[in-house]
């Protein structure tokens, strides 16, 4: 008899569990049901993926969505837009948003938002706050939770846990992972008169310095070893953090973003001026080159686009009073394609970054790994399609990246979520039916 799917993905270059080969892969329910040679197999649809690579599907750890309260700059169907544009089938989506999301109603408020408008699947991070401590062990069980977010410095939003005391009780708390921004708050305060006299983004990473992250990221990891907490440091950006954590992987994953692996200072202040200010900032490139030697000797266990939309006309404000932030789930796949192409880190190597990474690290299930079994989640590249980046490209709200006009060799063309087609060549296809992302410790 015949064996039949849903959908076949026919000659497409798979990367799975036994590395990189050419192969049939088989779909039924949402799920991979066959890997292997499917000739004889017959589905409901088929795509002929010759000449393209079959990645497992590109999940993003760190977005802000902006919804509910600040979706002048985006909301939950136009970032989800963006993501499937991009190649990336799963999101995780950060707190401060309008109210900021510290209780398990307001994960609720989001996951029900997002039914129905989100292109792709999506869990949403509780924020750490003063006054829901006692409540973070239960809250961050809830389904579609993907766990427990701390500020350490103010970023945009009004989320901070700025004092060891408040930290160690937060790590006390629970058992999923707790991801972390890393910026020292009373260092920041400190020097802020950096930023005010400067009038400059150029001192964006003069004023927050990496004696800010460092000591930040030193506070947290002692901290966590007492607690026996294991605990996961978002977008690392400098040599000396790198240092420290790889010696310190027991209790530390590590994140860094395609943005501090490909802008510099002092090139893209002067070249982008705010359009280049996040936080933590891009730095030099002597930073860039480690966090390169730390994507080569395995450090770094995840990437995540920190996509931080404002729009041109926050963003055109003088600086210091131009908020921090850019667009990046769009383009991560295509700046980090050109990566692969340019010879920086294998294909292999990406795909441990933002599939297998954020399963291992978050707890994911039946995510992350081309096998049998588990979602018919894709990212389809095309390594050889040469492309420019620009903003009329851009599907995010805010319409604009730092990469405008960045020529790169890698594009995504389609994105599959559980065996539905939701972007083609550019396009989105069907309607909006992202499901919330599963968890070993709270299954939606
Ligand atoms: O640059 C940033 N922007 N860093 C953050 O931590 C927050 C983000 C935002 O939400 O705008």
Redesign the pocket.
């Known amino acids: 008899m015949t064996q039949t799917f849903d959908l076949i993905l026919r000659h497409g270059l798979a990367v799975t569990p036994n590395g990189t080969e050419r192969t049939d892969i088989g779909v039924s329910d949402g799920r991979i049901k066959a890997i292997g040679d499917l000739r004889a197999a017959s589905a409901a649809e088929e795509m002929d993926l010759r000449g393209l690579a079959v990645l497992p599907g590109v999940i993003d750890t760190q977005v802000?969505f902006r919804e509910p309260g600040l979706e002048y700059k985006e909301d939950l169907a136009t970032g989800t837009a963006a993501a499937a544009q991009g190649g990336v089938v799963a999101v995780f989506e950060?707190p401060?948003t309008k109210p900021s999301a510290t209780t398990a109603d307001a994960i609720d408020d989001k996951l029900a938002r997002a039914k129905g408008r989100a292109w792709v699947d999506h869990a949403f991070f509780l924020g750490a706050a003063a006054d829901n401590i006692d409540h973070l062990a239960l809250w961050e069980r809830r389904p579609g939770c993907a766990g427990i977010k701390v500020?350490m410095g103010s970023?945009?939003?009004n989320l901070l846990v700025p004092d060891d005391e408040t930290l160690a009780e937060v790590l006390a708390q629970g058992v999923r992972r707790i991801a972390v921004?890393c910026e020292d708050e009373g260092r920041l305060a400190e020097r802020k008169h950096l930023a005010d006299a400067g009038a400059h983004p150029r001192v964006h990473h003069e004023w927050r310095d990496v004696e800010t992250a460092l000591k930040a990221s030193q506070r947290l990891i002692a901290l966590a070893e007492k607690a026996r907490r294991r605990v996961h440091v978002l977008h690392v950006t400098t040599a000396e953090e790198m240092e420290f954590l790889a010696d310190h992987k027991a209790v530390a994953t590590v994140e860094t973003t395609p943005q501090h692996l490909t802008l510099a200072a002092p090139e893209c202040y002067e070249r982008l001026g705010s359009y280049a200010?996040?936080?933590p900032p891009i730095r030099g490139v002597h930073h860039r080159d480690a966090l390169w030697r730390a994507i080569a000797n395995g450090v770094v266990d995840v990437l995540g686009s920190?996509h931080?939309p404002?729009t041109r006309e926050e963003k055109d404000r003088p600086y210091p009073q131009s908020?921090?932030?850019?667009t990046g789930v769009q383009t991560l796949v295509p700046v980090m394609l050109d990566h692969v192409s340019q010879g920086r880190l294998t294909l292999e190597r990406l795909v441990d970054l933002t599939s297998a990474g954020p399963a291992r690290i978050f707890g994911i299930t039946g995510k992350g790994r081309t096998a049998v079994g588990y979602d018919a989640d894709f990212t389809i590249v095309d390594l050889k399609a040469e492309r420019i980046i620009t903003n009329d490209w851009i599907a995010s709200r805010c319409g604009w990246t730092p990469f405008d006009g960045k020529r790169v060799t890698g594009w995504p063309t389609a994105t599959i979520v559980r065996g539905r087609v939701v972007m083609r060549d550019g396009q989105l296809l069907g309607a909006p039916s992202g499901l919330p992302v599963r968890f070993q410790e709270c299954p939606a």
Do not use: K, V, Y
């Open positions: 802000h950060m401060n500020f970023s945009t939003g921004h200010q996040m936080n920190d931080a404002h908020p921090s932030g850019m």
